[in-house]
């Protein structure tokens, strides 16, 4: 069962602000739950359909955290066009302080969700577990970014911080900006560790930014296509540049 | 001025059978347009306000294909959340028989309008002109596929076509089946030609699509991630594996 005022909360947090003031956020589908409950995030409460709880619920599971909810209901509650069979409200982990790292993304200004969704994918793909963000970012715990980590979210964290500030004090890893006029990044030595940044998906990386970077790094165009999807390039760079 | 049989024929082209029966489709956006009229493809016809008339008409175009229409006139035939200033009507072009080529891409069964576009984008970053798609592809001409491509669709065709019979048939170039437990494309040497085939978001390709390629090639994973999105396998394929 669940009541109105548990269908309140969850659709409210659709938006970003009560998000943050809750410090919850939502999961849907069948594959999105089945990797939240294999990592370490604190589940507040599973409202899933007969069908999850008879096919898909880990025998391990705390039976007091799952509430039984039939499909009418779980439309009501639901931001996915298709409703799959369970949601997840889930506690938002502290991503304040960030962590020392070998290899790690940063992201100025990352406008679309699908991107950001890709990036982290890409970034679980390549076992790199940090990623860096401007507060212009979009938010990791949007639904649409979570749905397109395809679970990935819960394996890679996203720290929201002052970008610049960060890249001027931290000295520890060089840092690579993906520009359109860099040095070739295939030409380039393979690295173990690094910081890569990658700019917003008209506009680039913000000329202050570039200026304190270590290395300006592109991928060489042989056509006409005037840029590549911020996704794509993240994907290419981190397989041509991290050993 | 529009009238209320162009707006019922442009809005049916929404639909891929009319987009075929009639042998049209629809272009909409400053950027869109802007890079059809640097292409080669036959206009039928530009619906523009007089903001796209004034700022963005190219002194060279022949007066008689534009029609004034507002920007409400617009909003009814555009497929855009937003309508954007201008919508072409355009003469698909004939796509029947397969070139011969360097290098090309082969699609199994990409479903995702955006995923397709992208990779459009993705081939002409490299100076790849040819796609090959099993009919099951997503039609190149669909909406949200063109707005995708950010007008390289113009620069690179796709061919529909029964793919295993393609592949079967097709000797003068080596076939590269990109899979989860192929050889590393990062250690095989780098090639000026050849058809790399790349499948479906969830399923991959067809195994039997597989059985008559040359060469199964994977991207190393070091992370966690089950898969890359099939747009981001594609770029860095192409960035790899082609000199």
Redesign the interface.
């Known amino acids: 069962m669940i009541s109105k005022a548990q269908v309140k909360h969850i659709r409210s947090l659709d938006d970003k602000k009560k998000r943050y003031e809750y410090k919850q956020f939502v999961v849907e589908g069948i594959k999105m739950v089945d990797e939240l409950l294999k990592s370490q995030y604190e589940i507040v409460e599973i409202f899933a359909t007969q069908y999850w709880i008879s096919n898909h619920a880990p025998s391990g599971i705390s039976k007091l955290k799952i509430s039984l909810i039939t499909e009418q209901s779980l439309s009501r509650i639901s931001g996915l066009k298709t409703p799959n069979e369970v949601l997840a409200l889930v506690v938002m982990p502290d991503a304040t302080s960030i962590p020392n790292f070998d290899k790690a993304l940063a992201l100025d200004n990352i406008q679309d969700p699908?991107n950001l969704g890709?990036i982290i994918?890409?970034?679980?793909?390549?076992?790199?577990?940090t990623i860096i963000c401007n507060a212009q970012t979009v938010d990791v715990y949007n639904p649409k970014v979570l749905q397109a980590t395809?679970?990935?979210v819960f394996?890679v964290t996203c720290y929201y911080t002052d970008l610049l500030n960060y890249i001027i004090q931290q000295t520890s890893n060089k840092t690579y900006a993906a520009v359109l006029n860099g040095s070739n990044v295939?030409e380039m030595e393979k690295i173990t560790n690094g910081l890569i940044l990658i700019g917003n998906e008209s506009a680039g990386i913000d000329e202050k930014l570039i200026q304190h970077c270590d290395f300006e790094i592109s991928?060489?165009?042989?056509?006409?296509?005037?840029?590549?999807?911020a996704?794509?390039?993240?994907?290419?760079i981190c397989?041509?540049l991290?050993k």
């Open positions: 699908g890709s994918r890409i970034a679980d793909w390549f076992g790199i577990s395809m679970g990935s394996r295939n991928i060489p165009q042989k056509g006409n296509a005037e840029s590549l999807n996704a794509v390039a993240t994907g290419i397989n041509t991290f």
